[in-house]
């Protein structure tokens, strides 16, 4: 399907055609996924987001408390409470939870995609 587009922007006036093409509703479901995933330069705006950070950049390689997390966080200039980054830890699909009450740790299930 072919569109045309006309812009207008601060007095300028942009045209403009695009091809379109139809695509299956799982791809599309994806290809939105993708792209609302942060890019590195990024900030976080959620503790999940923030621990999401923190898994992408391999901090979660080794075993970490929940002690270790908030430091972290706090050094990377992060300030959410310690239960509202606990939350985010346990919720996090790629991290797997160890230990008993009080001692509970966090590390990866699987690296990061590249």
Same mark, same amino acid.
């Given at each position: 399907?072919?569109?045309? &587009?006309?812009? #207008?922007? !601060?007095?300028?006036?942009?045209?403009?055609?695009? !091809?379109?093409?139809?695509?299956?509703?799982?791809? %599309?479901? /994806? #290809?939105?996924?993708? =792209?609302?995933?942060? =890019?590195?330069?990024?900030? /976080?705006?959620?503790?999940?987001?923030? %621990?999401?950070?923190?898994? $992408?950049?391999? +901090?979660? $390689?080794?075993?970490?408390? &929940?002690?270790?997390?908030?430091?972290?966080?706090? !050094?990377?200039?992060?300030? *959410?409470?310690?239960? =509202?980054? *606990? #939350?985010?830890?346990?919720? /996090?699909? +790629? &991290? /797997?939870?160890?230990?008993?009450?009080?001692?509970?740790? +966090?590390?990866?299930? *699987?690296?990061?995609?590249?």
């Amino acid at each position: 399907m072919l569109v045309k &587009l006309t812009i #207008m922007h !601060e007095g300028q006036t942009y045209v403009g055609e695009v !091809e379109v093409q139809a695509v299956a509703a799982r791809k %599309v479901h /994806a #290809m939105t996924r993708a =792209s609302a995933e942060p =890019s590195p330069g990024d900030y /976080a705006t959620k503790p999940s987001g923030s %621990v999401e950070f923190l898994y $992408k950049g391999g +901090f979660f $390689k080794e075993s970490r408390r &929940l002690p270790d997390v908030c430091a972290r966080l706090r !050094e990377e200039g992060y300030n *959410f409470s310690r239960q =509202s980054i *606990f #939350m985010a830890l346990k919720a /996090a699909p +790629f &991290l /797997a939870l160890t230990g008993k009450r009080g001692t509970y740790s +966090f590390v990866q299930k *699987f690296p990061p995609r590249a």
